[in-house]
Protein backbone atom coordinates (compact mmCIF):
# COMPACT_ATOMS: atom_id res chain seq x y z
CA UNK A 1 0.00 0.00 0.00
CA UNK A 2 3.01 1.98 0.65
CA UNK A 3 4.41 1.01 -2.94
CA UNK A 4 1.69 3.15 -4.86
CA UNK A 5 -1.70 4.87 -4.39
CA UNK A 6 -3.63 1.16 -4.18
CA UNK A 7 -6.86 2.27 -2.28
CA UNK A 8 -6.92 5.44 -4.71
CA UNK A 9 -7.11 2.90 -7.69
CA UNK A 10 -8.97 0.14 -5.47
CA UNK A 11 -11.62 3.00 -5.29
CA UNK A 12 -11.07 3.90 -8.88
CA UNK A 13 -12.10 0.53 -10.11
CA UNK A 14 -14.94 -0.01 -7.55
CA UNK A 15 -16.50 3.26 -8.81
CA UNK A 16 -15.91 2.34 -12.34
CA UNK A 17 -17.68 -1.48 -12.38
CA UNK A 18 -20.45 0.26 -9.65
CA UNK A 19 -21.52 2.50 -12.38
CA UNK A 20 -21.17 0.37 -15.70
CA UNK A 21 -22.86 -2.05 -14.20
CA UNK A 22 -25.87 -0.03 -13.26
CA UNK A 23 -25.98 1.88 -16.72
CA UNK A 24 -25.78 -1.71 -17.85
CA UNK A 25 -28.47 -3.59 -16.06
CA UNK A 26 -31.13 -0.80 -16.96
CA UNK A 27 -30.61 -0.69 -20.76
CA UNK A 28 -29.69 -4.00 -22.02
CA UNK A 29 -32.88 -5.61 -19.19
CA UNK A 30 -35.20 -2.56 -20.98
CA UNK A 31 -33.63 -3.95 -24.53
CA UNK A 32 -33.79 -7.30 -23.72
CA UNK A 33 -37.20 -6.97 -22.38
CA UNK A 34 -38.27 -5.23 -26.01
CA UNK A 35 -37.00 -8.16 -28.16
CA UNK A 36 -38.34 -10.42 -26.02
CA UNK A 37 -42.04 -9.57 -25.50
CA UNK A 38 -43.15 -6.75 -27.61
CA UNK A 39 -44.61 -6.82 -31.03
CA UNK A 40 -41.28 -4.49 -32.58
CA UNK A 41 -41.33 -3.98 -36.55
CA UNK A 42 -38.50 -5.76 -37.95
CA UNK A 43 -37.64 -7.80 -34.85
CA UNK A 44 -35.53 -10.33 -36.35
CA UNK A 45 -33.11 -7.75 -37.84
CA UNK A 46 -32.74 -5.90 -34.81
CA UNK A 47 -31.85 -9.66 -33.45
CA UNK A 48 -29.25 -9.89 -36.14
CA UNK A 49 -27.76 -6.61 -35.56
CA UNK A 50 -26.78 -7.62 -32.03
CA UNK A 51 -25.32 -10.83 -32.92
CA UNK A 52 -23.65 -9.55 -35.42
CA UNK A 53 -22.20 -6.72 -32.96
CA UNK A 54 -21.00 -10.08 -31.15
CA UNK A 55 -18.75 -10.43 -34.04
CA UNK A 56 -16.98 -7.17 -34.08
CA UNK A 57 -13.70 -7.13 -31.87
CA UNK A 58 -13.47 -4.44 -29.48
CA UNK A 59 -10.19 -3.06 -31.08
CA UNK A 60 -11.91 -2.70 -34.36
CA UNK A 61 -14.25 0.51 -32.50
CA UNK A 62 -11.76 1.44 -30.36
CA UNK A 63 -10.19 4.69 -32.21
CA UNK A 64 -13.52 5.70 -33.66
CA UNK A 65 -14.99 5.61 -30.04
CA UNK A 66 -11.59 7.76 -28.49
CA UNK A 67 -12.97 10.10 -31.46
CA UNK A 68 -16.55 10.25 -30.00
CA UNK A 69 -15.88 10.87 -26.52
CA UNK A 70 -13.04 13.35 -27.41
CA UNK A 71 -15.75 15.24 -29.65
CA UNK A 72 -18.74 14.96 -26.61
CA UNK A 73 -20.11 18.84 -27.15
CA UNK A 74 -19.76 20.94 -24.18
CA UNK A 75 -17.92 18.57 -22.32
CA UNK A 76 -13.95 19.02 -21.34
CA UNK A 77 -14.08 22.63 -23.18
CA UNK A 78 -16.00 21.45 -26.45
CA UNK A 79 -18.38 23.92 -27.97
CA UNK A 80 -21.46 23.33 -29.26
CA UNK A 81 -19.87 21.60 -32.08
CA UNK A 82 -17.76 19.20 -30.07
CA UNK A 83 -14.39 21.10 -30.88
CA UNK A 84 -11.48 23.02 -29.12
CA UNK A 85 -11.40 20.53 -26.00
CA UNK A 86 -11.09 17.01 -24.45
CA UNK A 87 -14.64 16.20 -24.06
CA UNK A 88 -15.17 12.96 -21.73
CA UNK A 89 -11.31 12.38 -22.14
CA UNK A 90 -9.56 11.62 -18.49
CA UNK A 91 -13.30 11.67 -16.78
CA UNK A 92 -15.81 9.60 -14.97
CA UNK A 93 -18.26 9.63 -18.18
CA UNK A 94 -15.74 8.73 -20.33
CA UNK A 95 -14.31 5.23 -18.30
CA UNK A 96 -18.18 4.51 -17.57
CA UNK A 97 -20.32 5.36 -20.22
CA UNK A 98 -18.78 4.12 -23.53
CA UNK A 99 -18.59 0.80 -22.50
CA UNK A 100 -21.54 0.08 -19.85
CA UNK A 101 -23.81 -0.89 -22.17
CA UNK A 102 -22.76 -4.87 -24.33
CA UNK A 103 -25.06 -7.00 -27.12
CA UNK A 104 -23.82 -10.00 -25.00
CA UNK A 105 -25.75 -8.81 -21.84
CA UNK A 106 -28.72 -7.58 -24.17
CA UNK A 107 -28.79 -10.99 -25.65
CA UNK A 108 -28.81 -13.20 -22.43
CA UNK A 109 -31.21 -10.68 -20.90
CA UNK A 110 -33.42 -11.49 -24.19
CA UNK A 111 -33.07 -14.93 -23.35
CA UNK A 112 -34.10 -14.91 -19.93
CA UNK A 113 -37.36 -12.97 -20.79
CA UNK A 114 -38.28 -14.99 -22.95
CA UNK A 115 -38.52 -18.14 -20.80
CA UNK A 116 -41.11 -16.40 -18.47
CA UNK A 117 -44.87 -17.07 -19.86
CA UNK A 118 -46.18 -14.15 -21.94
CA UNK A 119 -49.32 -14.98 -20.30
CA UNK A 120 -48.18 -13.13 -17.04
CA UNK A 121 -48.09 -10.32 -19.07
CA UNK A 122 -51.55 -10.70 -20.67
CA UNK A 123 -52.96 -10.85 -17.34
CA UNK A 124 -51.48 -7.51 -16.04
CA UNK A 125 -52.21 -5.85 -19.18
CA UNK A 126 -56.28 -6.96 -18.31
CA UNK A 127 -55.48 -5.70 -14.65
CA UNK A 128 -54.93 -1.89 -16.25
CA UNK A 129 -50.95 -2.43 -15.84
CA UNK A 130 -48.79 -0.64 -18.67
CA UNK A 131 -46.07 -1.96 -20.10
CA UNK A 132 -43.25 -0.58 -18.08
CA UNK A 133 -44.68 -1.50 -14.92
CA UNK A 134 -44.89 -5.05 -16.83
CA UNK A 135 -41.62 -5.00 -16.84
CA UNK A 136 -40.14 -3.86 -13.51
CA UNK A 137 -43.05 -4.94 -10.92
CA UNK A 138 -44.32 -8.46 -13.27
CA UNK A 139 -41.16 -10.16 -15.87
CA UNK A 140 -37.77 -8.68 -14.09
CA UNK A 141 -38.06 -10.33 -10.53
CA UNK A 142 -38.76 -13.34 -12.41
CA UNK A 143 -35.15 -13.10 -13.96
CA UNK A 144 -33.18 -12.74 -10.99
CA UNK A 145 -30.94 -15.26 -12.31
CA UNK A 146 -30.09 -13.44 -15.33
CA UNK A 147 -29.60 -10.59 -13.44
CA UNK A 148 -27.11 -11.84 -11.15
CA UNK A 149 -24.88 -13.50 -14.50
CA UNK A 150 -24.73 -10.03 -15.55
CA UNK A 151 -23.45 -8.07 -12.89
CA UNK A 152 -21.05 -10.84 -12.23
CA UNK A 153 -20.03 -10.97 -16.30
CA UNK A 154 -20.09 -7.06 -16.32
CA UNK A 155 -18.46 -6.20 -12.91
CA UNK A 156 -15.56 -8.77 -14.15
CA UNK A 157 -15.02 -7.22 -17.15
CA UNK A 158 -15.35 -3.34 -16.14
CA UNK A 159 -13.19 -4.36 -12.80
CA UNK A 160 -9.96 -6.20 -15.53
CA UNK A 161 -10.49 -3.23 -18.22
CA UNK A 162 -7.34 -2.22 -19.04
CA UNK A 163 -6.40 -0.88 -22.54
CA UNK A 164 -9.73 1.89 -23.01
CA UNK A 165 -8.54 3.46 -19.78
CA UNK A 166 -4.83 3.60 -20.97
CA UNK A 167 -6.18 5.49 -23.98
CA UNK A 168 -8.17 8.27 -22.10
CA UNK A 169 -6.65 8.98 -18.62
CA UNK A 170 -4.49 11.06 -18.00
CA UNK A 171 -3.57 10.97 -13.95
CA UNK A 172 -3.84 8.70 -11.47
CA UNK A 173 -6.94 10.53 -9.76
CA UNK A 174 -9.71 8.28 -11.93
CA UNK A 175 -6.77 5.41 -13.33
CA UNK A 176 -7.92 2.02 -11.80
CA UNK A 177 -6.51 -0.93 -10.56
CA UNK A 178 -5.09 -2.50 -13.30
CA UNK A 179 -3.19 0.69 -14.55
CA UNK A 180 -1.41 0.87 -11.61
CA UNK A 181 -0.46 -2.67 -11.45
CA UNK A 182 1.56 -1.59 -14.31
CA UNK A 183 3.73 0.67 -12.08
CA UNK A 184 5.90 -2.23 -10.95
CA UNK A 185 6.70 -3.37 -14.22
CA UNK A 186 7.93 0.21 -15.68
CA UNK A 187 10.06 1.20 -12.60
CA UNK A 188 13.89 1.92 -13.69
CA UNK A 189 13.50 -0.61 -15.75
CA UNK A 190 12.97 -2.88 -13.83
CA UNK A 191 9.84 -5.46 -13.04
CA UNK A 192 9.50 -5.32 -9.26
CA UNK A 193 7.54 -8.89 -9.32
CA UNK A 194 6.98 -8.99 -5.39
CA UNK A 195 5.07 -5.86 -5.29
CA UNK A 196 3.34 -7.05 -8.85
CA UNK A 197 2.58 -10.22 -7.42
CA UNK A 198 1.19 -9.05 -4.19
CA UNK A 199 -0.55 -6.10 -6.41
CA UNK A 200 -2.00 -8.68 -8.64
CA UNK A 201 -3.51 -11.20 -5.44
CA UNK A 202 -5.11 -8.05 -4.25
CA UNK A 203 -6.82 -7.28 -7.32
CA UNK A 204 -7.94 -10.64 -7.83
CA UNK A 205 -9.36 -11.19 -4.16
CA UNK A 206 -12.75 -8.90 -4.99
CA UNK A 207 -13.44 -11.23 -7.77
CA UNK A 208 -13.24 -14.14 -6.06
CA UNK A 209 -15.05 -13.36 -3.50
CA UNK A 210 -18.20 -12.08 -6.05
CA UNK A 211 -17.83 -15.46 -7.69
CA UNK A 212 -18.27 -17.25 -4.31
CA UNK A 213 -21.26 -15.05 -3.16
CA UNK A 214 -22.75 -15.34 -6.16
CA UNK A 215 -22.01 -18.64 -7.64
CA UNK A 216 -25.22 -20.45 -7.16
CA UNK A 217 -27.41 -18.07 -8.96
CA UNK A 218 -25.01 -17.83 -11.56
CA UNK A 219 -24.70 -21.43 -12.23
CA UNK A 220 -28.44 -21.30 -12.41
CA UNK A 221 -28.10 -18.52 -15.11
CA UNK A 222 -25.87 -19.80 -16.90
CA UNK A 223 -28.06 -23.33 -17.53
CA UNK A 224 -30.76 -21.45 -18.37
CA UNK A 225 -29.22 -19.44 -21.37
CA UNK A 226 -30.57 -20.87 -24.81
CA UNK A 227 -33.13 -23.15 -23.07
CA UNK A 228 -35.90 -21.41 -25.36
CA UNK A 229 -35.15 -19.23 -28.46
Request: charged fraction near 10%; charge should be positive; glycine fraction near 8%.
Amino acid sequence: MDAAPFLNYFRNSFLIAIGETAVTLILCTMAGYALAKMQLRRSKMWMNYFIVLLMVPFQIILVPLFLIVKSVPLFGGNNILGQGGIGWLNSWWGLIVPLAAAPLFTLLARQFYVSVPSELADAARVDGLGEFGIFTRIMTPLVTPALITIVVFRVEAAWNGFLWPLMITRTDEIRPLQLGLAIFSQRQGNIQWSYLMAGTALAALPMVIMFVLAQKRFVEGMAHVGLKG
